[in-house]
């Protein structure tokens, strides 16, 4: 009996060793399909400020970065950037939206990494802190998190004490108007009008605010400098001359679109993942699903349609999960055998409890875009 016993915990030993190592290998393998990072190299003697791709701002003061011996950086500095603010790139970077047993809907996760001249890595000093700007792309209130992965590479959020907050800008509203040029109008005596500009101080103005003139048929053009932008009235001449169908539409339009709507200046007081997230509203009424995936050790992607939530997870033959009612749901499952790449996509909406069966079939890594979009 005890000999039965001991060899029992063997083979479970093993088993959950060589899933354990399916585990890693796997999301290993995914993360390598994530777009690669992006790098600024900076110097170690002057204050720099980088903007990633979709608009995150940061400001690199050399003078509170350290090695991890204490040592000031010396030489050129590099800056490591990843900005993920789709679905699909979470999946790539096996960054789900999970803090603890709470889902998250993610308004972008980015993971902020310097490097000194050597590519030793490098950390704030102690009580110094890092100024970033993310950019913002959802319209509720968002709170931001720091991400940590387990052995298995897991990324878990943790709610952090900063509160974001929405980006106000200076407002000045340039007006301009025609008046009657006296002195043209004595000498050609002919009326003769010239225009007039004034300004006046709109104080500060939120993103709403801005959004409601660049769609007023008043508003001429509106262009941005340092942190003030300027709003510019039509004159009479624009109504009569329909210039806003030329010129002036593509003018305001252009220029709005290139302006990254931010959040507020905060202070990080370490690098690494950060995200700003909300939580998942709390639905009651959840559906319960079970995984029929033939007894193979799988890693499954669980995907809310509907916004930012990517939840991954390990099943087995049987696994269950609970689901909101009625939601549209994407699942993705893959698994390795002798280094072969299956893999599975089914989209689901729960009205009932039902059991789902996952068809893996055999693909080639050029083929997993076919998965992930």
């Known amino acids: 009996m005890k000999k039965l016993l001991l060899f029992s915990l063997f083979i479970f030993s093993f088993y959950s060793c060589k899933k354990d190592q399916s585990k890693v290998e796997l999301t290993n393998l995914l993360s390598e399909l994530g777009d690669e990072k992006q790098k600024f190299t900076i110097s170690s003697d002057s204050i720099t400020e980088i903007t990633g791709e979709y608009g995150t701002r940061i400001l690199v003061n050399p003078a509170d970065l350290v090695l991890e011996n204490g040592r000031s950086a010396r030489g050129k500095i590099r800056l490591e950037l990843t900005e993920l603010t789709t679905k699909e790139a979470l999946i790539r970077h096996n960054a789900q939206t999970r803090s603890g047993d709470d889902w998250l809907i993610s308004g972008g996760a980015y993971n902020i990494q310097l490097f000194g001249d050597s590519g030793e890595e490098l950390k704030l000093r102690e009580g110094k802190s890092l100024e970033v700007q993310f950019p913002k792309f959802a319209d509720e209130p968002m709170q931001l998190f720091s991400g940590t992965r387990n052995e298995e590479t897991m990324m878990n959020w943790e709610l952090k004490d900063e509160v974001l907050q929405e980006q106000t800008f200076n407002g000045v509203l340039v007006e301009r108007r025609l008046v009657i040029d006296e002195e043209s109008t004595r000498a050609y005596r002919v009326d003769t009008a010239r225009e007039i500009e004034s300004r006046r101080d709109l104080g500060k103005i939120s993103t709403i605010q801005l959004e409601e003139y660049k769609n007023s048929n008043k508003t001429d053009s509106i262009f941005f400098q340092n942190d003030t ?121 729960l009205i009932e409890d039902r059991k789902l069966e996952l068809k893996m079939k055999a693909i080639d890594l050029e083929d997993i875009d076919k998965y992930l979009n």
Request: aromatic share 14%.
């Open 229 to 349: 932008v300027y709003i510019l009235e039509k004159t009479i001449f624009d109504f009569l001359e329909g210039t806003m169908d030329c010129l002036g539409d593509r003018e305001k339009n252009n220029l709005w679109r290139t302006e990254k709507i931010l959040y507020e200046n905060i202070q990080l007081a370490k690098l690494g993942w950060i995200n700003v997230d909300r939580l998942y509203p709390d639905i009651e009424e959840r559906i319960e699903l079970q995984i029929s995936n033939g007894d193979q050790f799988t890693l499954l992607y669980v995907i809310d349609e509907s916004n930012n939530t990517v939840l991954n997870l390990y099943a087995y033959e049987g696994y269950k999960i609970s689901l909101p009612k009625g939601r549209q749901f994407k699942l993705l499952g893959f698994f390795l055998e002798d280094e072969q790449l299956f893999a599975a996509k089914k989209a689901i909406r």
